[in-house]
């Protein structure tokens, strides 16, 4: 099993570019989530999803659209990149939201100049 | 509101010692715990979990104590290695049945 597959790995936009980071996995788990990751701020909720067709909004989710089709996809798109966007993302499953570890990505390092 | 903070930014440990990491939570009511490890440049990577039925619970090398009286969770490891140097994360579940993290506390350790 690959587990959690993010990607890129690295991407910079120009402010106002819009584009999506892509999530993927093949443990047929049915909560994903997205994080973003921020020095001293430790990793924060952008959107989640508790099952294909469903999603919800987390901590901090203006600026960021999701969409779950499927049950292995969790897209993140950023609609207009802004500076303050600049973060490491991190997208995230688990078999049971809230109850069983959940499983990360490698990261995407996203600058927004 | 729920939040979960740690009581140390930094631990550094000589290579064969045990290490302590301590995080304190807010949220009485939070039934489920655990403890992520992230190495740079990595993704958090799952050590241990504890419910709140619990307050011990033991894997390899790592120990999770849990005190609900005072809501304070520690993780303990055994004989450090260098290969445990990174930033360690606590997180309790959250109302979405996301997880709510703290800040990390950064574990650097001594050969």
Redesign the interface.
């Known amino acids: 099993n690959a587990g959690?597959t993010q990607t890129p790995k690295f991407q910079v936009l120009k402010t106002g570019q819009s584009m999506t980071l892509q999530c993927a996995q093949d443990m047929n788990h049915e909560?994903m989530?997205w994080?973003r990751q921020d020095p001293?701020?430790?990793?924060?909720?952008i959107h989640?999803s508790?099952g294909a067709g469903i999603t919800?909004q987390?901590e901090v989710p203006n600026g960021y659209n999701v969409s779950r089709s499927t049950t292995e996809d969790f897209p993140l798109r950023l609609l207009s990149a802004a500076p303050s966007q600049t973060s490491v993302y991190?997208c995230?499953s688990s078999y049971e939201?809230?109850?069983?570890?959940?499983?990360?990505?490698?990261?995407t390092r996203l600058t927004v100049v | 509101g729920e939040s979960v903070g740690l009581h140390l930014p930094t631990l550094s440990v000589q290579e064969g010692d045990n290490s302590i990491i301590n995080c304190a939570y807010s949220n009485s009511a939070s039934d489920y715990f655990i403890w992520y490890k992230q190495e740079s440049g990595k993704g958090p990577q799952f050590i241990i979990d504890i419910r709140s039925n619990m307050d011990k619970r033991q894997g390899q090398r790592v120990t999770v104590l849990l005190n609900k009286t005072v809501k304070h969770l520690s993780l303990q490891i055994a004989a450090t290695q260098p290969g445990d140097s990174a930033v360690y994360f606590c997180a309790e579940r959250g109302s979405q049945g996301n997880l709510i993290f703290g800040k990390g506390t950064k574990l650097s350790v001594k050969p």
């Open positions: 959690v909560y989530s994080y001293g701020m430790g990793l924060r909720l989640y508790v919800d987390g991190f995230a939201a809230g109850r069983t570890e959940a499983f990360f990505g490698q990261g």
